[in-house]
């Protein structure tokens, strides 16, 4: 049978593009195998000596174990974690640089109207590594000891009660926005320069509940100092059992900071996977699962689109407690 002309084109043009194709998926196969073959730097979103950092650490000290090249970290605080991430959008897609991506992320695309990068589509996931719960905290002079009984006592008493946060925007500030909303509860925010200065001043009685991160508060539940009344995660912290989840009383809650590796968008495919790869046999390692739960957090893990999932969950959600809360940076 003898093909139309044009029909004829296109079959040969395709046949013409199939090895071309072919000689890149090879070349891109071969490019992966043989990455990492210089030193990666790793960006963190802020200094040195915190809870990221020293995750970001772990994970570097783990890759570099495992492929033979330096992570190298570089910290880079500032806007927000903004700053950081900004730099690996512009970074070249070679997998030579990657960067530490987080809730701070969706917090920023939902609160600045005017950043230069969109967080979704210009970060590639590779994998999520941890997250931190918080725990709801309150001054042991108040009257209620469990969650069921502070809701109902911010009920009798509204706009009575203040509720810390590290500032405006912050993660403890929004996770309290959310909380309020849930609940239905009217409770002033009081925002402050730093977790420091809050806790000061919860412990003394001047603000009355925060949620606040296992790694800061822990101790001093721990001590009595502050009074647990929920976690914040869906399940309960293995180091507290006792202390029941807020969802086991406002089914559907949680609110956690989770932090992940993420790479400029255009990276290889075979360089995300091999990466995804390693930092799960990293988080499988029951010392670093332990490391983790010594600085407060939870080792996840998965595949770059569970990662992915995460972070447009996540966007979409805190979106919405931001608006509907009114808040803007400072």
Known sequence: MKLPRRRFLRLAAGAAVLPAMSRIARAQTASAQAYPSRPVRLVVPFGSAGATDITARLVAQRLSERLG??????????????????????????????????????????????????????????ASIIRFPNIMVVNPSLPPKTLPAFIAYAKSNPGKINMASSGSGSSPHIIGELFKMMAGVDLVHVPYRSIAAAMTDLISGHVQVMSVSTAASKDYVLAGTLTAIAVTSLTRLEELPDIPTVGEVLPGYEASSWYGLGAPRGTSEAMIDKLNKEVNAALADSKMRARFRDLGGIAMGGSPADFGNLMAQETGKWTKVIRTANIKPE
């Open 69 to 126: 090249q330096q992570f190298i970290i570089e910290n880079r605080p500032g806007a927000g974690g903004s700053i950081d991430t900004e730099a690996v959008v512009r970074a070249p897609p070679d997998g030579y640089t990657l960067v530490m991506t987080g809730q701070f992320n969706a917090l920023n695309a939902a609160m600045y109207d005017k950043l230069s990068f969109n967080f979704l589509s210009d970060i590639a996931p590779i």
